[in-house]
């Protein structure tokens, strides 16, 4: 009986172990995370150490996520035509160089043009993960894959803050936040040695071979344009809820414009026989649809519960930073075994469970929204980091079971462009959510920190009953036997 981990390569001798491969892909993928949680603890001692300016200081934070954002679509489209092996070494060696960078950078500016830089080779390797696993996995295997992929990275989130904290208190602040770019090269240098010893790049290879008859321009139709106006159209969407300047407001109406002029040039590129960056085809999959916008509408509010809770918990009710991090600890260690513990439902019972698993995030909201109000009566605090347990061990059981479902049906030579728009949709709705939830809080605060946050976790609230109706919506579709 042959063994159902091994990769083998048609017309050769050569095989290759899917849990090897599994475990290279999700190395820099705790990486791409961590350098995106765990930055929020280094920027008070980059803050003194390189004299940033607040404006220099939101760059830290905004530009690795736009970067990213704004790279996923089109390095999934580049790796599911080149080589989603290829494309992920070229990402993570691209994620180290720059991560050095950071770790030697002698001002703001310079720090700041690494962040980007790493964020660019993060979205470079980041939809290749979920195209390799589309490729590489089939059946339960595949939603073991993903629930590993989940728990990674709810641990990379935990993880992260709490190892920067303790390498700049090992170091001191001068140095310290410099070692916590350090550390990526080691972990990314590893991760490059294996990826060239383990990855089957021969089926590659192999997958690119064009028929005697086939003209090679075909085979590397990248579509400019449609590249250029649909990362055009992400900026101007994402960049006003980052920047936080007054100008880039008037970058929002530009966005559905030019996404309408994308559409319409995919379209008209597919009907000339070219191979558009997005197969509009890929819409018309259900599971990909509905899948890509349960998540981007829970993201909208539940990407904002930690910020809103840490500036409710530190400027409002005076805890400590530390004592702030360990009330998110429940949440992240919930979170990773719900990862995994969803793998036994997800095929069988996946779509209910997202929706039940939605309904208990709001149950969790509304809880610490309860405790909140009760704080002022004598209730303690730290009551809230069992509230969001609840939310931790739903947001594992979802995340997992949403990205198992939500590829299910997309042919895995389009596994890296699917993965990639994914990303990009949750990492828009984050965006969004992020400055539509805080500035709800800060629009309240004169009436009390407490009147602030449970005006902010109510509009949270709002966001997860609406992905709850929309994976209610998913559920009752699924029930039809027709494809859309």
């Known amino acids: 009986m042959s063994d159902p981990n091994i990769i083998r390569v048609p017309g050769t001798e050569r095989t290759f172990h899917r849990l090897k491969v599994l475990f290279v892909l999700l190395l820099p993928l705790a990486m791409s995370l961590m350098a995106l949680s765990a930055v929020n603890v280094a920027l008070p001692t980059i803050e003194l150490s390189l004299d940033a300016t607040p404006s220099d200081v939101q760059w830290i934070l905004s530009g690795y996520a736009l970067a990213l954002g704004v790279t996923l679509i089109p390095a999934g489209r580049a790796g599911d035509v080149l080589g989603r092996g290829s494309w992920f070494v070229v990402g993570l060696v691209l994620f180290v160089v720059a991560s050095l960078a950071c770790g030697l950078a002698p001002t703001p500016f310079l720090l700041n043009v690494g962040r980007i830089v790493q964020g660019i080779g993060a979205g470079i390797f980041s939809p290749q993960v979920t195209g390799m696993i589309q490729q590489y996995f089939t059946g339960q295997g595949r939603a073991k894959a993903f629930?590993?992929?989940?728990?990674?990275?709810?641990?990379?989130?935990?993880?992260?803050?709490?190892?920067?904290?303790?390498?700049?208190?090992?170091?001191?602040?001068?140095?310290?936040?410099?070692?916590?770019?350090?550390?990526?090269?080691?972990?990314?240098?590893?991760?490059?040695?294996?990826?060239?010893?383990?990855?089957?790049?021969?089926?590659?290879?192999?997958?690119?071979?064009?028929?005697?008859?086939?003209?090679?321009?075909?085979?590397?139709?990248?579509?400019p344009v449609g590249t250029l106006l649909l990362t055009v159209a992400i900026l101007a969407l994402m960049y006003p809820f980052m920047a936080h300047q007054a100008w880039a407001w008037w970058l929002l109406p530009l966005a559905p414009v030019v996404l309408w002029l994308w559409v319409r040039w995919e379209r008209r590129y597919a009907a000339r026989g070219h191979e558009p960056m997005v197969d509009m085809t890929l819409f018309g999959f259900r599971s990909f649809r509905n899948g890509m916008l349960v998540s981007g509408v829970m993201f909208l509010g539940i990407a904002s519960t930690f910020a809103v809770l840490a500036l409710f918990l530190q400027n409002g009710l005076h805890v400590p930073a530390v004592a702030v991090g360990l009330v998110g600890l429940p949440n992240a260690v919930l979170s990773a075994y719900a990862s995994w513990w969803s793998v036994k439902y997800v095929l069988t019972h996946g779509r209910r469970l997202i929706f039940w698993m939605l309904v208990l995030m709001a149950i969790g909201i509304v809880l610490s929204m309860a405790v909140a109000l009760a704080i002022p009566a004598g209730a303690p605090w730290w009551l809230l980091g069992g509230t969001l347990a609840l939310n931790g061990f739903a947001?594992?059981?979802?995340?997992?079971?949403?990205?198992?479902?939500?590829?299910?049906?997309?042919?895995?030579?389009?596994?890296?462009?699917?993965?990639?728009?994914?990303?990009?949709?949750?990492?828009?709705?984050?965006?969004l959510g992020n400055a539509m939830i805080v500035g709800?809080?800060?629009?309240?605060?004169?009436?009390?920190?407490?009147?602030?946050?449970?005006?902010?976790?109510?509009?949270?609230?709002?966001?997860?009953?609406?992905?709850?109706?929309?994976?209610?919506?998913?559920?009752?579709?699924?029930?039809?036997?027709?494809?859309a």
Not at 151 to 167: D, H, Q, R
Not at 410 to 420: C, D, E, F, K, L
Not at 474 to 479: I, T, Y
């Open 395 to 431: 947001m594992g059981a979802i995340g997992s079971a949403n990205q198992t479902l939500s590829l299910q049906d997309v042919p895995h030579v389009h596994g890296g462009t699917a993965g990639g728009i994914k990303q990009t949709v949750e990492r828009i709705g984050a965006a």
């Open 440 to 483: 709800i809080f800060f629009g309240f605060v004169s009436a009390g920190w407490t009147t602030a946050f449970v005006a902010a976790y109510a509009a949270v609230t709002v966001c997860i009953l609406a992905a709850a109706a929309i994976a209610t919506f998913d559920e009752r579709q699924h029930r039809t036997p027709h494809l």
């Open 147 to 223: 629930a590993m992929f989940g728990l990674v990275i709810s641990a990379s989130v935990a993880v992260g803050p709490v190892l920067t904290g303790a390498i700049i208190q090992a170091l001191g602040p001068e140095d310290g936040w410099r070692w916590a770019f350090f550390i990526y090269i080691p972990i990314g240098v590893l991760a490059v040695a294996l990826a060239l010893a383990w990855f089957p790049f021969e089926t590659e290879r192999q997958r690119r071979s064009p028929a005697a008859d086939a003209p090679r321009a075909a085979r590397l139709d990248l579509d």
